[in-house]
């Protein structure tokens, strides 16, 4: 069974760093893109970026280009998102997700259960 | 703003039949993925490709393209059929992704 098991919630202050995890089972974890997604709260689904786990290839959304960081460990089948300097506008959920599919057809069939972020000033 | 846009909201009474259409440029070569979303819960994948349903979809949800459109229909609405429904694809360069803003659905 294909599972992506997130961090949990955080509660950090402005200016403060993070990284939060995505991990993979039950598939090979290198075969498979990777996507993050910010919810902001009462807001719909913003794509952050992506990330091929075999070779650490990444695509950032230009919205997000700069304010965060996406990586791969193999080694743990996890995938990251990490932030240097969080502002209080990062306040959200986060998920991520399997991109499955090619070219004209994609689409996320499995999705981690998210990761809530608040950030205060 | 969204490459794709949707319209913010739709009603529909029980059992009656829906549509939600998604709007972008990309659409004419890139098919859209659609997913539901509850409140307080991860988005589910219901329909991709050309009309495709995952397994444990209803066969209730069913999609559909032309042109620069995507529409989903929900035939037979039900009451947890009540969600936020978001189009994605890939954006008209083809190098990003991008979701819609997200319809609302309310079934009466």
């Known amino acids: 069974e294909v599972q992506l098991v997130q961090s949990g919630a955080e509660v950090k202050k402005a200016g403060e760093s993070l990284k939060i995890s995505c991990k993979g089972s039950g598939y090979t974890f290198t075969d498979y893109w990777i996507v993050w997604v910010r919810q902001m709260p009462g807001k719909g689904l913003e794509w952050m970026g992506i990330i091929y786990p075999g070779d650490s290839d990444t695509r950032y959304s230009p919205a997000f280009q700069g304010q965060v960081t996406i990586s791969a460990d193999k080694s743990t089948s996890t995938t990251y998102l990490q932030w240097s300097s969080l502002k209080a506008s990062d306040s959200a959920m986060y998920y991520c997700a399997r991109h499955d599919g090619g070219l004209r057809v994609m689409y996320f069939r499995h999705w981690g259960q998210g990761s809530l972020l608040t950030v205060f000033s | 703003s969204s490459e794709l846009t949707q319209d913010p909201a739709v009603s529909v009474a029980l059992g009656q039949t829906v549509s939600i259409t998604c709007l972008g440029d990309?659409?004419?070569?890139?098919?859209a993925s659609w997913y539901q979303q509850k409140p307080g819960q991860a988005p589910v994948l219901v329909i991709y490709?050309?009309?495709s349903r995952p397994s444990g979809i209803p066969d209730r949800f069913s999609g559909s393209s032309s042109g620069n459109t995507a529409s989903l229909t929900i035939t037979g609405a039900q009451a947890e059929d009540e969600a936020d429904y978001y189009c994605?694809?890939?954006?008209?360069?083809?190098?990003?992704?991008?979701f819609g803003p997200g319809t609302k659905v309310t079934v009466l």
């Open positions: 990309s659409l004419i070569t890139y098919y």
């Open positions: 994605h694809s890939r954006d008209s360069s083809g190098n990003q992704y991008v």
């Open positions: 490709g050309k009309n």
